[in-house]
């Protein structure tokens, strides 16, 4: 309450100090205007010419040049300081004074947070140096965030922001809880349903089981391109022993992707780990840029050999879209634009009765500059 009672004071004294001129009279408001000071200077002129110290020429054209200012100053004040009443100005004052505390406790309470306790200045501090610290500070935004939901138990916002910083401390079963309660009180989305889906999957260990396989089921039919489901769906298959469907699945993923998607490695070593991309990285840009190095013989022998290689490849598997991607990016990375463009019509004959890696396979052409 002493603390209150002292921001009251400021707050008072703040808005006295600046309303106080307009509760006073008017009158003395000119005491300091150019007008003054031009009355000033003719006087200071009359004395100086009975005293003789200046010329009566000087005297007069410096008595009519000041009088111009002076009539000049006069109407100027006039024009931009009409004479206030004095009543009305009192009145402005006592209502400032009295409603700006009132408007501003009646925007506070509804917006703000009086009964939040305070963050100690040492637990700040101690959060601010180390991992060890940043884990406490979560720690402490977990607590408070309960304390609230506690009491708030349908507040949809309080459990989507708890639900990933409870996973991120590896509080798994916490999180599938938060996870459920904010698909409740926030509405599904794929989103949700994938988010919820990984958390099961965390809380077992990094294996996606029946549970969590259905929450990523969910999702995808919600969006069938949430890029968390697919992931996940396609560890499922891995799981099945289905290999050549998590590859697939991965494929249609990675076709689809930004290609500054943060979570591409991770889908491009999953997809390797089933043995859909094992002889795709000795096609990539450091490999060949690194091949400059070598001899016109040497390097030419070694890009045709790996080149050769995914060609072969593809004949025999020739649904492999992002393997004919990657060979005709080789292609142009090498500077040989008709084999380029030949393998783009190969690529489209291969595909042509699947309309889906047909689709994928022209976006990714263009992305390459060969739409045509």
Not at 49 to 57: M, T, Y
Not at 197 to 205: K, S, Y
Not at 288 to 295: F, L, R, T
């Amino acid at each position: 309450m002493t603390l209150w009672f002292v921001f009251a004071l400021m707050t008072v004294a703040a808005i006295f100090a600046v309303l106080w001129p307009l509760g006073r009279n008017g009158r003395d408001q000119n005491q300091g205007s150019e007008v003054v000071v031009y009355k000033d200077q003719l006087a200071e002129i009359e004395r100086d010419l009975a005293a003789g110290l200046v010329a009566r020429p000087e005297a007069e054209a410096a008595r009519v040049e000041i009088s111009r200012r002076l009539l000049a100053a006069a109407g100027s004040e006039a024009a931009l300081m009409p004479a206030p009443s004095l009543k009305w100005r009192r009145a402005a004052a006592v209502l400032a004074l009295v409603g700006l505390p009132l408007v501003a406790a009646a925007i506070y309470v509804p917006l703000g947070s009086p009964a939040l306790r305070d963050f100690p200045l040492a637990q700040r501090e101690r959060g601010s140096g180390s991992g060890s610290g940043m884990a406490q500070s979560l720690e402490n935004l977990v607590a408070q965030v309960q304390q609230h939901l506690e009491k708030n138990p349908t507040d949809g916002r309080g459990w989507n922001v708890l639900a990933p910083v409870l996973e991120r401390l590896g509080r798994f079963d916490e999180a599938v809880r938060a996870y459920r309660n904010s698909i409740t009180y926030n509405g599904e989305s794929a989103e949700r349903r994938s988010d919820l889906g990984e958390a099961i999957a965390a809380a077992a260990g990094g294996v996606v089981t029946a549970e969590a396989k259905t929450e990523f089921e969910r999702a995808h039919a919600l969006n069938a391109d949430d890029p968390k489901a697919n992931y996940f769906l396609g560890l499922v298959a891995e799981q099945d022993g289905r290999k050549d469907d998590a590859a697939n699945i991965w494929r249609a993923l990675l076709a689809k992707a930004p290609s500054d998607a943060p979570w591409r490695p991770l889908v491009q070593s999953s997809l390797a780990r089933v043995g859909g991309g094992s002889s795709m990285p000795a096609l990539s840009d450091e490999t060949i840029a690194a091949s400059k190095d070598m001899n016109d013989g040497d390097r030419n022998a070694m890009i045709r050999s790996m080149v050769e290689r995914l060609a072969t490849r593809l004949k025999q598997n020739g649904d492999d879209v992002d393997g004919w991607l990657r060979l005709v990016r080789a292609y142009l990375v090498m500077g040989d634009r008709d084999k380029a463009r030949g393998a783009s019509t190969d690529a489209r004959q291969a595909v042509a009765n699947d309309s889906e890696r047909l689709r994928q396979l022209n976006q990714g052409l263009k992305t390459l500059g060969l739409d045509g």
